[in-house]
Structure formats: structure tokens, C-alpha cells
């Protein structure tokens, strides 16, 4: 059984960084896919950015330049660094991982794990 376990969030003025952690377990395939994802009221759950076991990385168009995410494979964790955070990045950000190759990573469909979310305010 896949446990994704996420901390990080917070609250933070405009301008301001928050780096998302994820830690996971329980999986034993060695190809798969680590993802965030964010879901802010009434709006659909969007891909963020993700990270292949080979490495590669996808980032939303909205966050490029602003979001990295990066893995520590050793301890089977995923982080999401935000910089420049503004308000319209507040929401519910969730860590997913998803087994076996895809060619939309950002896609949550894609992903069968998910964790439980960790909350990301940012005040103007």
C-alpha cells in the first residue's frame, strides 16, 4: 500500500517561500511518477509539477520559473520549493504518485496515490 505523507504548508505573505515536502513508502516499482498538484476553492485540482524516477521534470506553465520540484530518492522523498508565492497560489496542495510511465504527467488521472493535502495561504 502507496502512503504519501505531506508537510510544508503554511501561511506566508506575497513574495514570500514555502518548501512542500512529501515523504512516501510502501511502493516497490521502479518506474513511477511523483507529483503535486494544488485545488483551490471551487476550482478544479491542477497539476503543479512532477517528477519522473528517471529524473525528468514537468512544470505547470503557471508556476514555471517560481516552483522546483526535486527528489531525494535515498529517502523516498519529493520536495516543491515556491518562491515568489502571490495570492493566487493559495490552495490545497497534494502529493501523488503514480506507477508506470505516462506522457501527461501533470495529468491527475494518471495518479492512484494521494495524499492527504497540506493548506498554502498567501496574503497580499
Known amino acids: 500500500q502507496v502512503q504519501l505523507v505531506e508537510s510544508g504548508g503554511g501561511s506566508v505573505q506575497a513574495g514570500g517561500s514555502l518548501r512542500l515536502s512529501c515523504a512516501a513508502s510502501?511502493?516497490?516499482?521502479?518506474?513511477?511518477?511523483m507529483g503535486w498538484f494544488r485545488q483551490a476553492p471551487g476550482k478544479e485540482r491542477e497539476g503543479v509539477a512532477a517528477v519522473g524516477s528517471d529524473g525528468r521534470t514537468t512544470v505547470a506553465d503557471s508556476v514555471k520559473g517560481r516552483f522546483t520540484i526535486s527528489q531525494d530518492t535515498a529517502k523516498n522523498t519529493v520536495y516543491l520549493q515556491m518562491n515568489s508565492l502571490n495570492p493566487e497560489d493559495t490552495a490545497l496542495y497534494y502529493c501523488?504518485?503514480?506507477?508506470?510511465?505516462?506522457?501527461?504527467?501533470?495529468?491527475?488521472?494518471?495518479?492512484?496515490?494521494w495524499g492527504q493535502g497540506t493548506q498554502v495561504t498567501v496574503s497580499s
Open positions: 501523488a504518485a503514480g506507477l508506470g510511465k505516462t506522457s501527461w504527467p501533470l495529468s491527475r488521472y494518471f495518479y492512484a496515490y
Open positions: 510502501g511502493y516497490t516499482r521502479t518506474t513511477y511518477y
